[in-house]
Every structure is written in structure tokens, then in C-alpha cells.
């Protein structure tokens, strides 16, 4: 696994609605100072320009330029790969983050990622942080959960994976939906031990 010292995440985003989450997490790891790589499934571009209002371009390298602009990130600081761009360095053990993320995650994704599937980058990404011990946070986004689903979720949490359901909490009394965003992203936030102020904590005043 490359030596990257968790400065580098990936960040994994699939046909789940949902997709503000994913993008909010991208734009919060890269204000954090983090280096960022991104992967999409085919579906997750469709949810994206649905849901939000950032058209994505149709190719990678223009992808990693709109969204560096979207963002204002460092030259560099964010690269997207294509879904079957099999030469990138999250295909390999040897070149991949410790850390990634899958948000939103299908119930497609985390059952081909349960079983070891790898028939896009996201997936085999996934399975390379898996064998390398490396720390992978997985956000489902489905209602109800049905037995396979939780069976697949369970097979990854007893491998170590952190299972996080995007439910957020309504103690902080949020009147807008950035501040529900706010909240998930938050927790993913914790689970890669990176420091943030999205959202207050509970039992803290302020």
C-alpha cells in the first residue's frame, strides 16, 4: 500500500441518491488539506446532475478540472479516475490510499464489494483497501434494509469496515439540509480521525 501517511483519501460515489454527501465530503477533505481521489460509477454522474446542481463533463481529466474549480482546490490536489481506468494507482496495493470512502454507497456496490466483485475501479478500489488493512468507510443510502442487505453489511463490518448509514441526527436542531449533509459528512469525518467543525457534538455547548 503506498506510504501516503492518510494524507490521501478516496473518495467512491455510486448511484445512491444521495450524491450531496459525497460531493460535501470531497469539498470538506480538500479544505482540510487533504489530497483527494475520486471515482464515480456511470449511475452516480446520472444521480449527481439530478439531485444537485453541478453538471459533470463526460471525460475524467475534464471532471478533475471542474471540480478543482468547483472546489478551489490545489492544482493536483484532486485527480478523478474513470470506473475502468484499471492503470490508476487504486487499482493496486502498491499505489492506493489507506483511506477510502464509498458515498453514497448502492446496495449494489456494497454487495459486489462484500463478495469481492471488483468489475469497476470503485469496487476493485474498495477490495484493495480491504486486503491491505487499510481503513474503509462505507455509507449505505437505502430504505428498508432487506436480509441480504444486512448480511452483506455485517460480512463487511466483521472485516472491519465501518458500516455508516446516512441518518442524520436532529438534536442540533438543523432548519436547513446542508446542516443534515453536514452531520453525515461529519461522522465520516471522525471515522478517518480528521478534524473538523461541521457540527456541534453531543453533550458540548456551542
Known amino acids: 500500500m503506498a506510504a501516503d501517511d492518510g494524507h490521501i483519501v478516496t473518495v467512491g460515489m455510486t448511484g445512491a441518491s ?5 460531493l460535501r465530503l470531497v469539498e470538506c477533505l480538500l479544505q482540510a488539506d487533504h489530497a483527494v481521489y475520486l471515482t464515480f460509477t456511470r449511475a452516480a454522474q446520472i444521480v449527481i446532475g439530478s439531485e444537485t446542481d453541478c453538471r459533470l463533463p463526460g471525460r475524467a481529466a475534464e471532471q478533475t478540472r471542474h471540480l478543482t474549480a468547483l472546489f478551489k482546490a490545489r492544482e493536483g490536489q484532486l485527480r478523478v479516475f474513470g470506473d475502468e481506468e484499471w492503470t490508476s494507482p487504486l487499482a493496486s496495493g502498491s499505489g492506493a490510499p489507506r483511506k477510502m ?7 449494489a456496490t456494497l454487495s459486489a464489494i462484500a463478495n469481492g466483485a471488483s468489475e469497476n475501479l470503485l469496487e476493485r478500489a474498495a477490495d484493495v483497501v480491504l486486503k491491505e488493512r487499510g481503513d474503509l468507510v462505507v455509507v449505505p443510502r437505502e430504505t428498508p434494509f432487506s436480509a441480504i442487505h444486512l448480511e452483506n453489511m455485517l460480512k463487511l463490518a466483521r472485516l472491519g469496515v465501518s458500516i455508516l448509514p446516512a441518518n442524520p441526527g436532529f438534536y442540533n436542531q438543523p432548519t436547513q439540509v446542508s ?3 453536514d452531520f453525515i459528512v461529519a461522522r465520516i469525518l471522525d471515522q478517518l480521525r480528521i478534524p473538523h467543525q461541521l457540527a456541534r457534538r453531543w453533550g458540548h455547548d456551542g
Open 18 to 22: 444521495g450524491a450531496q454527501y459525497g
Open 101 to 107: 470512502v464509498v458515498c453514497p454507497a448502492s446496495m
Open 179 to 181: 446542516e443534515l449533509v
